[in-house]
């Protein structure tokens, strides 16, 4: 289903921090909806009810841009190596992830944010389901990992992987401190979860 590109705005709950997803449609990035602990556990973690999954949209940096409020983000990690969460200070809406190497050009927003989520079109992918036996698994991931491949070889091609809110692109850094959240605390969230 062909939809054509717009540009969406977003918001936290409280709307200090706003956006825009740039050039929004299918055909830009993933739609997934992950069912993980660590998806679940960051909600939780940053003051959300505990929720069943996380609807994700996957796409390059380049396409998030922030209007107003930049200042509010934080960004935290379940570990030294784990992907950056990024949520806001003013009321912790979970925003999205990177992951700790700007140059992989992958970020992931928090479909919940965007006014118009319509112009995603439907979930393609889901991550980490519960099967009736109880095993997690995945759906449509041969689209995911082949979608995610393109667009970070285009985008490191290109230098495009330089366009993004998250980073300092000179110094590869992300524009703020990661908060590594301890062991225990992550195992505490966890074993609070439904
Ligand atoms: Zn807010
Ligand atoms: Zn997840």
Redesign the pocket.
């Known amino acids: 289903m062909f939809k054509a590109p717009r540009d969406v705005p977003f918001s936290c709950s409280c709307g200090t921090v706003t956006g825009t997803l740039r050039g929004a449609s299918p055909a830009i990035g993933n739609h997934l909806e ?7 556990a960051a909600e939780v973690y940053s003051g959300q009810p505990d929720t069943p999954s ?1 609807a ?1 949209f996957q796409t390059t940096p380049d396409r998030i841009v922030f209007d107003r409020g930049a200042d509010q983000l934080a960004v935290f990690s379940f570990g030294e190596t784990n992907i950056l969460r990024w949520h806001t200070k003013c009321c912790g809406s979970v925003i999205g992830n990177t992951l700790r190497n700007p140059k992989i050009a992958f970020s992931s927003i928090r479909v919940a944010l965007l006014s118009q989520p319509d112009a995603l079109g439907r979930v393609t992918t889901k ?2 389901y519960k099967t009736v036996k109880g095993k997690p698994q995945h759906k449509g991931m041969a689209r995911f990992v082949w979608g995610v491949f393109s667009r970070v070889t285009a985008a490191r091609v290109t230098g495009r992987w330089k366009d993004t809110p998250f980073f300092d692109p000179e110094t590869l850094k992300p524009v703020q401190e990661v908060h590594v959240v301890p062991k225990a605390e992550r195992a505490e969230i966890t074993a609070r979860l439904v």
Do not use: G
């Open positions: 992950c069912f993980c602990k660590d998806c679940r996380v994700l991550a980490f």
